[in-house]
């Protein structure tokens, strides 16, 4: 079976400094990844994923299939990052997405 | 657009009983599915519903039950409720095929 691990349960980091959060997941087979962010009060929603390579609000995160892992990044933090962020996976169809237990960030002034 | 829309937002329910929790999906989406985040965890996959068929089911037993109307929207229907019940549900709406999930606020059910 599946499964997505993200080690950190909270991240605090000053603003204007690099953020990663780390997603390690386990699947034989091609996976679509995908980051999932839920700011205070508002519903979960998606960032970014892996197959449209492209850089949300500074985040990118690049999909290691050497090292099954889909880290998120970002050069300089904002306040505004501060948030819940979920790695998730999917195997296609319709197997639904499977989650990480998400890392809270928060971006200290 | 009218985004995903779930109800009730909260609700109370004691050991035993039956619950019905309701959702509509986007405008324009005809896959439903569900979820259930117990606190401090992510959501977990309970099924998925497309042209009014369950087409995709995680690990939940078969209380846990659904419906899907020709409108797309979709009922999750839980029998037997246990205290591991107590979890915030999560509707989500797609197009089949569709790479991105939308997500509703969710129904936190509390189980007594």
């Known amino acids: 079976a599946q499964r997505v691990t993200q080690p950190e349960k909270l991240l605090s980091v000053f603003k204007g400094a690099p953020v990663e959060l780390k997603c390690n997941y386990s699947?034989?087979?091609?996976?679509?990844l995908f980051w999932y962010v839920q700011y205070s009060r508002q519903r979960l929603q998606l960032l970014l994923r892996h197959i449209s390579r492209e850089s949300i609000k500074g985040f990118t995160a690049d999909l290691n299939k050497g090292e099954t892992s889909f880290h998120l990044k970002k050069p300089f933090a904002q306040e505004e990052d501060s948030a819940m962020y979920y790695c998730?996976?999917?195997?296609?169809?319709?197997?639904?997405?499977?989650f990480g237990k998400g890392t809270h960030l928060i971006i200290q002034p | 657009e009218t985004g995903v829309t779930q109800s009730p937002t909260h609700l109370i329910k004691t050991r035993g009983q039956q619950v019905t929790l309701r959702c509509s999906s986007q405008s324009g989406h005809n896959t439903v599915s569900w979820y259930q985040q117990a606190l401090g965890q992510g959501p977990q996959f309970i099924f998925q519903y497309y042209r009014e068929e369950e087409n995709g089911r995680g690990n939940f037993p078969p209380r846990f039950s659904g419906l899907q109307f020709p409108n797309y929207s979709s009922e999750l229907n839980v029998n037997a409720l246990e205290l591991d019940d107590s979890a915030l549900y999560l509707c989500?709406?797609?197009?089949?095929?569709?790479?991105?999930?939308?997500f509703g606020p969710g129904t936190r059910l509390t189980v007594l």
């Open positions: 989500a709406s797609s197009t089949v095929g569709g790479h991105e999930q939308f």
């Open positions: 998730a996976l999917s195997r296609g169809g319709a197997d639904g997405l499977t």
């Open positions: 699947y034989s087979g091609s996976p679509e």
